[in-house]
């Protein structure tokens, strides 16, 4: 006869240091915290999936069992989850995101240690991932639902509930460890020198307390343009288009374009039709949506025109 399948993720919060006494009342808002962060990270991440429910019980001096259970919507859904279990690698790849365990990918609270505070700067750089770049430049790549669940500032308010609150509140703990039940190699761990990046995260300094960018980077293919203006000397700036009744302003980065353009094989007018891999580059600082830039990444066909008009190029030094 066939086993059941796995229902239930039991990881350990647990607070390292002389915790023989603890404050039962500053624990249990700690404790909320780390449920709501499980809720919230799940629904930000997978909208309308199933709920999770959180059960949490002492086990030993300052450490505490969580039970994480998927609930299933209906009747016929628990019917299914009974032929493919799923629930318990869908449970563990959220904590992953999160960053409660430590596992293949970067989590919230791991990207939240490495940025030593607020990022100075968020760019998309493809269909799910985003780079986080830090105060001194350094860089990180972070898949969507990570980024997703750093967006969302009650989520990362909890997360400094979780780990930094009980260290600021209570000077006998030295670190704050959560990890998957039975494996410690999945441990994270937060110590008391690391608070400042998490309490930062969720309220910046108020000489820091810059708006953050975000930047977006989409490639269309095959966009069609005609040219307006550009240049004879090969300078990849500040070349403009017509792109319908807009005029666009481009960075030409297609080199062989450009020599042949120099050599004269490509004698530019606005009648003459471009087809292009066009890269769109939109920021955003705090809520203010800034002008999109472009560059043309490839030109993939040169259609010269039937009756040039009055070249519109220029020369420029």
Same mark, same amino acid.
């Given at each position: 006869?066939?086993?059941? &399948?796995?229902?239930?993720?039991?990881?350990?919060?647990?607070?390292?240091?002389?915790?023989?006494?603890?404050?039962?009342?500053?624990?249990?808002? =700690?404790?909320?915290?780390?449920?709501?962060?499980?809720?919230?990270?799940?629904? @930000?991440?997978? %909208?309308?999936?199933?709920?999770?429910?959180?059960?949490?019980?002492?086990?030993?001096?300052?450490?505490?069992?969580?039970?994480? =259970?998927?609930?299933?919507?209906?009747?016929?859904?628990?019917?299914?989850?009974?032929?493919?279990?799923?629930?318990?690698?869908?449970?563990?790849?959220?904590? @992953?995101?999160?960053?409660?365990?430590?596992?293949?990918?970067?989590?919230?609270?791991?990207?939240?240690?490495?940025?030593?505070?607020?990022?100075?700067?968020? @760019? @998309?750089?493809?269909?799910?991932?985003?780079?986080?770049?830090?105060?001194?430049?350094?860089?990180?790549?972070?898949?969507?639902?990570?980024?997703?669940?750093?967006?969302?500032?009650?989520?990362?308010?909890?997360?400094?509930?979780?780990?930094?609150?009980?260290?600021?509140?209570?000077?006998?703990?030295?670190?704050?460890?959560?990890?998957?039940? %039975?494996?410690?190699?999945?441990?994270?761990?937060?110590?008391?020198?690391?608070?400042?990046?998490?309490?930062?995260?969720?309220?910046?300094?108020?000489?820091?307390?810059?708006?953050?960018?975000?930047?977006?980077?989409?490639?269309?293919?095959?966009?069609?343009?005609?040219?307006?203006?550009?240049?004879?000397?090969?300078?990849?700036?500040?070349?403009?288009?017509?792109?319908?009744?807009?005029?666009?302003?481009? =960075?030409?980065?297609?080199?062989?374009?450009?020599?042949?353009?120099?050599?004269?094989?490509?004698?530019?007018?606005?009648?003459?039709?471009?087809?292009?891999?066009?890269?769109?580059?939109?920021?955003?600082?705090?809520?203010?949506?800034?002008? &999109?830039?472009?560059?043309?990444?490839?030109?993939?066909?040169?259609?010269?025109?039937?009756?040039?008009?009055?070249?519109?190029?220029?020369?420029?030094?």
């Amino acid at each position: 006869m066939d086993t059941l &399948p796995e229902r239930n993720v039991n990881f350990v919060y647990q607070l390292d240091g002389d915790v023989a006494e603890i404050d039962v009342f500053k624990l249990a808002p =700690t404790l909320l915290a780390l449920g709501q962060l499980i809720q919230d990270s799940n629904k @930000e991440t997978r %909208g309308d999936a199933q709920d999770i429910g959180v059960n949490v019980r002492p086990f030993r001096e300052g450490s505490f069992i969580v039970e994480l =259970t998927l609930f299933p919507h209906s009747n016929f859904q628990q019917l299914l989850d009974w032929l493919n279990s799923e629930s318990v690698a869908r449970i563990k790849t959220l904590l @992953e995101w999160i960053g409660l365990i430590s596992g293949n990918a970067i989590g919230a609270v791991h990207l939240i240690k490495w940025a030593r505070g607020k990022p100075k700067r968020i @760019e @998309e750089i493809g269909p799910g991932e985003f780079r986080y770049v830090a105060g001194d430049d350094r860089s990180i790549t972070i898949k969507a639902p990570v980024h997703q669940i750093l967006s969302n500032v009650n989520i990362t308010n909890n997360i400094y509930k979780v780990y930094g609150s009980p260290l600021e509140q209570e000077p006998k703990i030295t670190d704050v460890r959560t990890y998957l039940s %039975g494996d410690e190699k999945s441990a994270t761990m937060v110590t008391r020198e690391e608070v400042p990046s998490f309490s930062e995260y969720v309220a910046p300094p108020p000489d820091r307390q810059e708006p953050s960018e975000v930047v977006s980077e989409n490639i269309s293919r095959d966009v069609y343009l005609n040219p307006k203006r550009g240049s004879f000397d090969g300078d990849p700036r500040d070349w403009s288009f017509f792109r319908g009744d807009q005029i666009i302003t481009a =960075t030409i980065k297609d080199q062989e374009f450009l020599d042949r353009c120099i050599a004269g094989e490509y004698r530019l007018n606005g009648s003459d039709l471009l087809r292009v891999d066009l890269l769109e580059r939109q920021r955003i600082i705090g809520t203010q949506v800034l002008k &999109p830039s472009y560059e043309i990444l490839r030109v993939t066909e040169y259609i010269r025109g039937q009756n040039p008009p009055e070249l519109n190029l220029v020369v420029t030094a």
